[in-house]
């Protein structure tokens, strides 16, 4: 049982340092050899790196466990580390971490059962769980939370628990998109087992940054929320958005740890507008809606549909490439394993890649490009000047 600490923001929009020249960001098949003067990894070397060899809570690596959580009721008889000033997690922080506890487990074969039910009340609360869920007011210097890795499931052990602190705004206000939101999802990989892409921590002497303290290229949080680097350093821009969700290289991690959630999303999903995949952070609402995601993605035939934006979009459907969507970069990527068949462009010039399936991929209006790729694809541009081209 490891406890790791996880670090203040950079203002939002900012990098972490500003002493390096962002290059540009690297898909599947470009991964590996070296970037920007560092080693880069593939999707798999990442995911190793991440989890350690280490099991997590099962037996083995690739093996599914079902762990129970709980939002904490009471300070336990010591405190944890120097932590001090023991609060229950609100109901607005019960509300987030419920959804980010789906999000890890829609992506792999863990299974979170809760102790308690509700967003308030003494039903909401309870000390009888593997992973609780507290905040602290003091005590520790220069961590905005902290966490356990797994070991034993009894409730009395401190293993898996997240500590939040109560002191910053953003924390006992997390939402879907905000630090306080990427601080419960960062926290929860490291409570499934999940380590920091490199040695690092909020508890070094020197404040770490992604020159002097990434060890490969893909270590910022454009492809793993476990990160404490901006993703302006390997090329993506979130316009101040953080991800809520596993990134690309995180579902790679909690996969290659409790293996796939092969029943997620069966059915014929749309990510983007008019979406139903029910979760927020694949859905878009308007035009100005900024979206940051990877999506893992089990079966049925399933679209990304950014119709609703009116920027040039790069739109990809191959697994382990980015996207550029909503005015954004690199901010929307496809996990290895999963297939998105079709796609639907906005009224910006697109260029819109399809994969190995049978795509239908419809560019919508402006001057897009759209290549099928591989396989019998239905093809159309819609108004403007286009160019199709169609699969081998």
């Known amino acids: 049982m490891t406890l790791t600490l996880s670090g203040d923001p950079p203002p939002l929009g900012f990098a972490v340092d500003t002493d390096t020249s962002p290059q540009a960001f690297q898909s599947a098949d470009a991964r590996g050899g070296s970037s920007g003067g560092k080693e880069s990894f593939t999707v798999a070397e990442a ?8 099991p997590g809570w099962s037996s083995a690596l690739g093996v599914g466990f079902t762990v129970t959580y709980g939002f904490r009721a009471d300070a336990p008889t010591t405190m944890p580390e120097d932590a001090t000033g023991f609060s229950r997690f609100n109901t607005n922080q019960i509300t987030t ?27 909401a609360y309870s000390n009888s769980a593997s992973i609780l869920f507290s905040n602290y007011s003091g005590g520790i210097e220069g961590a905005s939370a902290f966490s356990f890795y797994p070991g034993q499931t009894s409730f009395s052990a ?11 705004g953003y924390n006992v206000n997390p939402t879907i998109g905000n630090y306080g939101g990427s601080v419960l999802v960062h926290e929860l990989g490291h409570a499934i087992g999940l380590s920091h892409p490199s040695d690092y921590d909020a508890s070094d002497d020197t404040s770490p940054t992604y020159s002097s303290s990434a060890d ?9 929320v476990m990160s404490y680097f901006s993703e302006s350093n390997t090329g993506g ?32 999903t749309t990510y983007g ?10 859905e878009a609402a308007s035009s100005s809606s900024r979206m940051v995601f990877a999506v893992w993605d089990a079966g049925g035939r399933d679209t990304f549909d950014f119709s609703g934006f009116n920027q040039s979009q790069l739109i990809d459907l191959r697994a382990g490439y980015f ?70």
């Open 216 to 224: 490969y290229a893909e270590d910022s949080r454009q492809y793993t």
């Open 273 to 282: 507008f008019n979406s139903n995949a029910a979760r927020p952070w694949f």
């Open 158 to 168: 401190k293993a898996g628990d997240v500590w939040v602190y109560s002191g910053s």
């Open 237 to 268: 821009y979130f316009g101040g958005v953080y991800s809520a969700a596993p990134m690309l290289d995180d579902i790679a991690a909690a996969q290659l740890e409790y293996g796939p959630n092969t029943s997620t999303r069966l059915g014929d």
């Open 47 to 54: 995911a190793y790196r991440l989890v350690g060899g280490e």
């Open 97 to 123: 971490a419920e959804l980010i506890l789906k999000g890890w487990s829609d992506a792999a074969n863990i299974t979170f059962v809760r102790v308690g039910s509700g967003a308030s009340g003494e039903a």
């Open 323 to 392: 996207s550029n969507v909503g005015g954004l970069t690199g901010n929307v990527a496809v996990a290895v394993g999963a297939v998105i068949e079709n796609a639907i462009g906005g009224s910006g010039s697109d260029q819109i890649n399809g994969n190995s399936a049978a795509n239908n991929i419809a560019g919508g209006l402006g001057d897009d490009t759209v290549d099928g790729g591989g396989a019998d694809d239905y093809l159309r541009g819609d108004s403007g000047d286009d160019s199709l081209i169609g699969g081998a």
